[in-house]
């Protein structure tokens, strides 16, 4: 039912919490403006780091907080809750959505607090603390379990999770009500604005890894692959598509990056505002992550454009590539495994090509941003 906004009746709020603007950009944009449209008051508490007129423009009303996102200082992150608890108080949002592990901690345990009405949790992937082998991630993860427990077990919120992998964790740790997750597949990709043509593979083949530059993102098994091409003089373009993640102890040093561009191993393209352009210009998509994946948008924009894909088989990504139809699922962490799919891919163009119509079919029928709004909102009503 769509719910609009009269002169008689002050309309209802959202506040969106999300960690960092790009992120609620690139994410979580298209939702707050199908909010709009229903005649929401929309608010968004986050970190800016990029642009804030980006938001605004459309009517968002930004409120801008300092978090950190791996930050452990206790004082710190109590100011941190401090200063979120007076935004929540001041604001006296109808629903709050939290997008990412801090903004649900923090968020829920404040919302329910000021008995928000509609409380919505959204985990895109379970990420470094879930599945990372450091130390420091396994030293965190059972207080970690305790805060989500305290945070989701709460009949009047609901959890959104993008692949059943998670899904079927969560619940086995106790971590959330099975009736109370809902599961909506990634952030979604508006179709139309991706190219609708397979690549020709008439020029030397352009292999891009769209992501953040995070170890965990296989980012040292794409230039391994590419330092192997190279040695064994095969023709091929190999080049990142993103910026290291500062804020994530498992970033990739721009030194690094540019030690390999010295060597010619590949190209850096740094974060790219244009990914159709960019997707339209490569020839396959690569992603050898080992992350703990949601549903990666850049697999979902890689499949829109018509583009193969060669990523690991983990949670998340079988969502989207599906062995012998419009892609390859190879083992984590290993080069060769990846260096093996690549050569088989570019042997065999006309096969990239039936993967690259097949992924933009898939795209159509599972994955548009209209699907992924229309799904949230069903849980705003369902909430309120």
């Not at 012998?324 to 083992?331: A, E, R, S």
Request: charged share 25%; net charge positive; aromatic share 8%.
């Amino acid at each position: 039912m769509e719910i609009m906004a009269s002169s008689h009746t002050k309309p209802r709020k959202i506040l969106y919490f999300v960690t960092v603007d790009w992120y609620f950009l690139s994410h979580r944009l298209p939702l707050a403006k199908a909010a709009l449209k229903k005649g929401f008051e929309v608010v968004l508490v986050t970190k800016i780091e990029r642009s804030q007129t980006d938001i605004t423009k459309h009517g968002i009303k930004v409120i801008p907080i300092d978090i950190n996102r791996s930050g452990l200082n206790p004082l710190k992150e109590l100011l941190t809750i401090a200063k979120i608890w007076k935004i929540y108080q001041k604001e006296r949002p109808d629903i709050v959505h939290h997008v990412a592990l801090k903004p649900v901690l923090y968020g829920s345990f404040i919302a329910r607090l000021l008995k928000v009405r509609g409380i919505v949790n959204a985990l895109g992937g379970l990420g470094y603390v879930f599945k990372s082998e450091s130390l420091k991630a396994k030293i965190l993860r059972p207080f970690i379990n305790q805060a989500l427990r305290l945070a989701l077990l709460n009949g009047k919120s609901r959890l959104i999770l993008q692949n059943e992998d998670d899904k079927a964790l969560i619940i086995e740790k106790h971590l959330a009500d099975r009736h109370a997750i809902k599961l909506i597949k990634g952030a979604g990709v508006k179709v139309e604005n991706y190219t609708d043509k397979p690549h020709d593979f008439k020029d030397d083949p352009l292999i891009i890894l769209p992501s953040r530059l995070l170890k965990d993102k296989g980012i040292y098994e794409f230039m391994l692959a590419a330092r192997t091409f190279k040695s064994r003089g095969k023709k091929a373009r190999f080049a990142l598509v993103g910026t290291p993640d500062l804020s994530n102890p498992n970033s990739v040093s721009l030194k690094e990056i540019q030690q390999w561009v010295d060597q010619g191993v590949l190209e850096y393209w740094g974060w790219r505002k244009d990914m159709p352009d960019v997707l339209a210009q490569s020839s396959l998509v690569c992603l050898p992550t080992f992350y703990g994946e949601g549903l990666p948008k850049s697999l979902l924009e890689a499949a829109a454009s018509c583009r193969p894909i060669i990523t690991t088989d983990i949670a998340g990504c079988r969502e989207i590539v599906r062995p012998g139809v419009n892609g390859w699922l190879i083992k984590p962490k290993s080069a060769k495994a990846l260096v093996s799919a690549l050569e088989e891919a570019l042997d065999n163009p006309e096969l990239c090509k039936k993967y690259g119509l097949s992924g933009r079919k898939i795209a159509q029928e599972e994955f548009t941003i209209e699907r992924v709004i229309n799904e949230t909102m069903q849980i705003y009503d369902e909430i309120t």
